[in-house]
């Protein structure tokens, strides 16, 4: 995928050229992708495989948020904390116009509430440095209901304003795979590693298998790596003799629900925190896109669903505690979308109850065969993890050393001042691009708008040509997001979005799958 677009076919042509890769890279979600950019970067030879779309994992399924981790803070770990707040300052100055500086308040509605988090948020910036977004502030209460329209005004002492980042976690993705590609790499969607190819016990390359063609080929390579998120053990299993017993799992899999609301229950730029609710846990209400996330939750789950659904119980918490937050209680029918995604904890124990209790840092494994694992981490620091990852690979001598530091000040395809990602999505998402996608047909057909922003025809073609959109779930989904925004909306826009993607890919596009998952995507539990 070139920056000026380049066909899945030839793609798929040179992932076949090469007789042997530096790096081969299983998983384009963020740390996959950080990964092959990295490596790109460096001037190695690069191809990745995505078995579903870029990010169609967990990736795209975040809280958007590019932050330090305030509630690292409280459980002491400092070192955490300074490394994301180092990662935040660059992932929003590399990609400016997806990733922005987002102010928060924490409102307070018990008199030791405002001392305490201001406090902590003074070690907050303190840690940030000179990489700060800007200063925590104490409020009056007057101040909180200013800067937070919509919060509940009963019972409010003030509160603190601190800052974090923001942004559209899956065209961030898009991106780095884009400026991965640019820099020479082989990244391809829809295509899935099947086999480890084995010999002597080393790992030395995959089989991929395109999803569309049923076409295989068998990559070989110097290094592979794994960065399959919470599906990493599928692969990790492909890596043992025969008759050995199975490896014993690595991740822990933990769901985050997210409910989208119209932005009329929080309007206004600035983000609510409630750090501890009445059961102790952390709530966000969060402006994106012109509508408000509301979430998360944090629930153990054994299976690894691609398309997980809500827990009733966690719906009523995310609702519960909103409506204690916000002046307008939201409620079931105001839903707009809700989303779920599976956080990659890593278990060191053996045991997957209590998911607070795991690791939130990532973990690199290198194994005896050379197949080299990562996973958990967070979004926030997925170039940290890809530095780790190939430092690791060149202490084991998988790879010859060669300088970190290359994507540290990398700029992604389009990087260009932004707006505030609190506003409808529009041209303004595609950076320095938006003059080549104002020169694609149906610039100005809207297939839905909001603001002066919304999908238009010339997007659906941009995402075909430019961003290897190849479905219409990859178009409303992941370049659009307007299946995380509005779902119903995102249903009937398919049948047009349908015959759009018909005339870019030269074939035809049933719309009744999308509808079924947005249809999945209205429903609750
Ligand atoms: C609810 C929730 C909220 C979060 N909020 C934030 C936040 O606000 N900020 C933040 O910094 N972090 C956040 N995170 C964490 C962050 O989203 C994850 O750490 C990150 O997205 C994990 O990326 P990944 O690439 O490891 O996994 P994934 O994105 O899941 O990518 C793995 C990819 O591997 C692919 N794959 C699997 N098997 C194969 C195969 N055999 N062949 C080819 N491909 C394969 C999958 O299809 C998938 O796309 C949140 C996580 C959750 C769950």
């Known amino acids: 995928m070139k920056p000026a677009g380049e066909d899945r076919a030839g793609r798929w042509a040179r992932l076949n050229e090469r007789r042997e890769w530096d790096l081969v890279v299983v998983g384009g979600g963020a740390t996959g992708l950080g990964v092959a950019l990295d490596a790109a970067a460096r001037g190695f030879s690069v191809a990745l495989v995505e078995s579903h779309d870029f990010a169609q994992g967990t990736s795209s399924r975040a809280t958007k948020l590019v932050h330090g981790g305030v509630r690292y803070l409280a459980q002491g770990n400092v070192h955490l904390v300074r490394e994301a707040l180092h990662e935040r300052a660059a992932m929003l100055a590399n990609a400016p116009h997806v990733a922005q500086p987002l102010p928060f308040v924490m409102p307070g509605y018990h008199w030791w509430e405002r001392g305490f988090y201001g406090t902590g948020l003074k070690l907050y910036d303190a840690l940030a440095g000179s990489r700060g977004l800007g200063a925590t502030e104490w409020l009056g209460s007057a101040g909180v209901r200013t800067l937070l329209p919509g919060v509940q005004p009963r019972g409010l002492w003030g509160g603190v304003k601190y800052w974090d980042g923001q942004f559209d976690d899956a065209r961030y993705a898009l991106l780095l795979a884009r400026t991965a590609a640019a820099r020479g790499a082989v990244v391809l969607n829809h295509c899935a590693a099947t086999e480890l190819l084995r010999r002597d016990g080393r790992v030395h390359g995959v089989v991929v298998r395109d999803a569309e063609t049923g076409a295989e080929t068998t990559l070989s390579a110097r290094c592979v790596v794994n960065a399959a998120g919470v599906w990493v053990d599928m692969l990790r299993d492909l890596d043992r003799d025969a008759g050995a017993p199975p490896r014993s799992p690595l991740v822990a899999p933990s769901q985050g629900v ?26 966000f209400a969060v402006p994106w896109l012109g509508k408000t ?74 194994g005896g065969s050379g197949l080299v694992t990562v996973t958990g981490g967070k979004w926030t620091t997925y170039r940290a993890m890809a530095e780790d990852v190939l430092e690791r690979c060149m202490a084991h001598g998988l790879l010859p ?15 260009a001042p932004g707006r505030s990602l609190a506003l409808p999505p529009g041209e303004h998402l595609y950076g320095s691009e938006a003059a080549l996608l104002r020169t694609l047909p149906g610039a100005d057909r ?18 075909a040509r430019h961003e290897a959109a ?14 995380f925004l509005d779902a119903a ?13 018909a005339d870019e890919l030269e074939r035809e596009l049933d719309p009744a799958p999308f509808e079924a998952l947005a249809a999945s995507y209205q429903r609750l539990p």
């Open 258 to 283: 997210h409910l989208v609301v119209d932005r009329r229950f929080l309007p206004g730029t600035h983000a609510l925190l409630v750090p501890k609710t009445t059961d102790g846990r952390v709530l």
């Open 489 to 501: 909306e995102a249903a009937r826009l398919a049948p047009a979005v349908a015959t759009i993607l």
């Open 401 to 415: 050393r060669r300088p970190a530091g290359a994507t540290t000040r990398l700029q992604l395809v389009g990087a």
């Open 470 to 483: 190849r479905s219409i779930e990859d178009v409303l989904a992941r370049r659009s997001r307007l299946l």
């Open 446 to 463: 809207w297939l839905w708008r909001d603001g002066d922003g919304g999908l238009s025809e010339a997007m659906v073609r941009f995402a």
């Open 293 to 366: 996330i509301l979430g998360t939750t944090d629930t153990p789950r054994a299976d690894l669903a691609r398309e997980p659904r809500p827990f009733p119980a966690e719906v009523d918490f995310i609702l519960r505690e909103a409506g204690r937050y916000l002046q307008q209680a939201p409620r079931r029918e105001d839903v707009r979308s809700v989303w779920v995604g599976l956080r990659p904890l890593v278990r060191h124990d053996g045991d997957a109850g209590d998911t607070k209790a795991l690791s939130r840092e990532h973990t690199v494994l290198v």
